[in-house]
């Protein structure tokens, strides 16, 4: 069944993760596919929140390779603490950056890329197994709230791994 997510361009960041991720949850909760629910979860957080690029990295054969996505091409391989994604994956905790041209070793999939957040997702043995990857075309644009939301939404995607 197809879904059609409710959305208020007029609410505060936090107001439409409030609002967006019930919403999410009861699009992943009945599929137990994985590239189906995180394609949606891109789209969801894509247009939902108006981001500029949402991705998943998925660790494999002992690298990051590139997932469901939406947004501009991205990069598909992504050595372990490499870039940010990179060191997500090493530290295992999220990680924001308000600025990417400081950030070290930054992967420049797209030169409009100016902040972004990376949140580490955990199988249920508490392995790390994907990375969720937002990005913004303005610098600073992630703080706290993305991390507590985005967080919980990788807690809900962990509960299927
Ligand atoms: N920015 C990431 C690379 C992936 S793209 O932005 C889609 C990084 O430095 O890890």
Redesign the pocket.
């Known amino acids: 069944m197809a879904e059609e997510l409710i959305l208020d361009e007029k609410l505060s960041k936090e107001e439409k993760y409030k609002s967006l991720i019930p919403q999410i949850k009861a699009l992943v909760e009945p599929e137990k596919d994985l590239i189906a629910n995180l394609s949606n979860v891109a789209s969801a957080l894509k247009y939902g929140m108006n981001f500029f690029?949402v991705?998943f990295?998925l660790v494999k054969e002992g690298e990051l390779v590139l997932g469901p996505?939406q947004?501009t091409v991205?990069?598909t391989r992504?050595p372990k603490g490499?870039?940010?994604?990179?060191?997500c994956w090493e530290q295992e905790k999220t990680i924001i950056v308000d600025n990417?041209e400081d950030?070290p070793g930054?992967?420049?999939?797209?030169s409009l890329?100016k902040s972004?957040i990376?949140v580490p997702i955990f199988n249920t043995n508490k392995k790390l197994t994907l990375v969720l990857?937002v990005?913004s075309d303005e610098p600073a644009s992630f703080d706290k709230i993305d991390k507590v939301y985005l967080e919980e939404l990788a807690k809900l995607i962990s509960s299927k791994l």
Do not use: P, R
Request: with cysteine; glycine share 16%.
């Open positions: 690029w991705g990295y996505f947004g991205a990069c992504i490499k870039g940010v994604c990179g060191a990417v950030f930054h992967i420049a999939c797209s890329s972004e990376v990857d990005d």
